[in-house]
């Protein structure tokens, strides 16, 4: 599967974005699918992470409350709105997929278990 992130851009904080990630190919469905991020001299971290149904999610204790991670399996698309948006959320952000699997919170969370990943999108957030 290929993926395309967009909806990045420079938003003031406080602000909202959405970003999505579409899709290629008719077996979007059976894939869990994850937002990742990556700021400026830092490790890639987790964000936000959807089971291939839709009906689990998991959040980074830094965004939840904030970030809304949401799929549409006819469009193949996957979401994340982003409110009360921060400068430390300043970041390239990415989407990831993997094959469907049991849904474990712990290892959802984990980078190295996602087989697919965009390009990035970018998200500045000043002050």
């Known amino acids: 599967v290929q993926l395309q992130a967009s909806g990045g851009g420079l938003v003031q904080a406080g602000g909202s974005l959405r970003l999505s990630c579409a899709a290629s190919?008719?077996?979007?469905?059976?894939?869990?699918m994850g937002w990742f991020r990556q700021a400026p001299g830092k490790e890639r971290e987790f964000v936000a992470a959807?089971?291939?149904?839709?009906?689990?999610?998991a959040y980074a204790n830094t965004v939840k409350g904030r970030f809304s991670i949401s799929r549409d399996n006819a469009k193949n698309m996957v979401d994340l709105q982003m409110n009360s948006l921060k400068p430390e959320d300043t970041a390239v952000y990415y989407c990831?997929?993997?094959?469907?699997?049991?849904?474990?919170?712990?290892?959802?969370?984990?980078?190295?278990?996602?087989?697919?990943w965009g390009q990035g999108t970018l998200v500045t957030v000043s002050s």
């Open positions: 190919g008719s077996t979007f469905w059976r894939y869990d």
């Open positions: 990831a997929a993997r094959q469907m699997s049991v849904w474990n919170e712990y290892r959802i969370k984990n980078q190295y278990v996602y087989d697919y």
């Open positions: 959807i089971i291939w149904s839709g009906d689990r999610t």
